[in-house]
């Protein structure tokens, strides 16, 4: 029920910058946080920043003062701009969405939240 697209990877020397897009689209009652995660190989994938309700916002250590997470006016949309980028920043960065839906059940609605996944955008950090 809800399509999550990443935009915005590709190859940066070291020091650069780069932004990252997340579009959340379909049919959901709210968005309760959207954040963004990153698997380099070999590695497990590791939360990079988290947005939550009431702009509530969480970074990794290693990226605190380099990158930031915000929302856009309509709130579907998330970004991550990275600024003095590493090359062990070079990873598949995954754009993740939690959402509330109401499913209806006869006279009832429940609600129910979900998390969904980006299919990830390559960035690539090299001289």
Known sequence: QVHVVESGGGLVQP???LRLSCVASGKFASINFMGW???APGKQRELVAELKSGATTKYADSVKGRFTISR???RNTVYLQMNSLKPEDTAVYFCNVG???EVAFGRNKVPQDFASWGQGTQV???S
Do not use: M
């Open 99 to 101: 959402v509330t839906v």
């Open 124 to 126: 690539t950090v090299s």
């Open 72 to 74: 856009d006016g309509a």
């Open 37 to 39: 995660h990153r698997q």
């Open 15 to 17: 020091g650069g910058s």
